[in-house]
């Protein structure tokens, strides 16, 4: 049950794109299509952006996008805003378990 | 409107038991599999435990296995984490969280409540 892997940080400009990887293995990432992606602003409760990989919630921006090759999946964020910047996590499915990145700050300069 | 609202953390010496509770609201309680994840301070999330719709199968983290206990009664629309022989390495924010329908995602958390175990 390691963590997945993801950058500690990214940044970017309003208006700018960037995007968030998220590595594991064949046993989670790479085997199920069942990745999510969190949101979490400080001191707040996490948010669900993405499922099932590259699926938005009813209320998320269509900003927000998900992806994935191999046993590498990506967020990403299209026409940074401020309220962007936050903690980002992404979560996989595995047997019998649920295995969460290490999480990924991201900056809005 | 959906809600879980956690309740039970606070302040506990090592070695000794907790339980939390998160009671549901607003939507069917029994449908839905449901979570606790936790976070440490200053720390990412990390998934603890899960169990199904009906109560049937439940699963751990290795690092709460044996210690860690999930329940829930879907007549009080009410879930359970009874935690014994605690560690300071359990301290942490603990949510709790409900299984998107139909797929594998937490789409609806509830705002968490806080362990700090403590010598």
């Known amino acids: 049950q390691s963590a997945l892997t993801q950058p500690r940080s990214v940044s970017g400009s309003p208006g700018q794109s960037v995007t968030i990887s998220c590595t594991g293995t064949?046993?989670?990432?790479?085997?199920?299509?069942?990745v999510s992606w969190y949101q979490q602003h400080p001191g707040k409760v996490p948010k669900l952006m993405i499922y099932d990989i590259s699926k938005r919630p009813s209320g998320v921006p269509d900003r927000f996008s998900g992806s994935r090759s191999g046993n590498t999946a990506s967020l990403t964020i299209s026409g940074l805003q401020a309220d962007d910047e936050a903690d980002y996590y992404c979560c996989s499915y595995a047997v019998n378990s649920r295995i969460f990145g290490g999480g990924t700050k991201l900056t809005v300069l | 409107q959906e809600h879980l609202v956690e309740s039970g953390g606070g302040v506990v010496q090592p070695g000794r038991s907790l339980r939390l509770s998160c009671a549901a609201s607003g939507f069917t309680f029994r449908d839905y599999g449901l979570h606790w994840v936790r976070q440490a301070p200053g720390e990412g999330l990390e998934w603890a435990a899960l169990?199904?719709?009906?109560?049937?199968?439940?699963n751990y983290a290795d690092s709460v296995k044996g210690r860690f206990t999930i329940s829930r009664d879907n007549s009080r629309n009410t879930l359970y984490l009874q935690m014994n022989s605690l560690r300071v390495e359990d301290t942490a924010v603990y949510y709790c969280?409900?299984?998107?329908?139909?797929?594998?995602?937490?789409?609806?958390w509830g705002q968490g409540t806080t362990v700090t175990v403590s010598p």
């Open positions: 969280t409900r299984d998107i329908w139909g797929s594998d995602a937490f789409d609806l």
């Open positions: 064949s046993s989670d990432v790479g085997g199920y299509n069942y």
């Open positions: 169990i199904w719709n009906d109560g049937s199968n439940k």
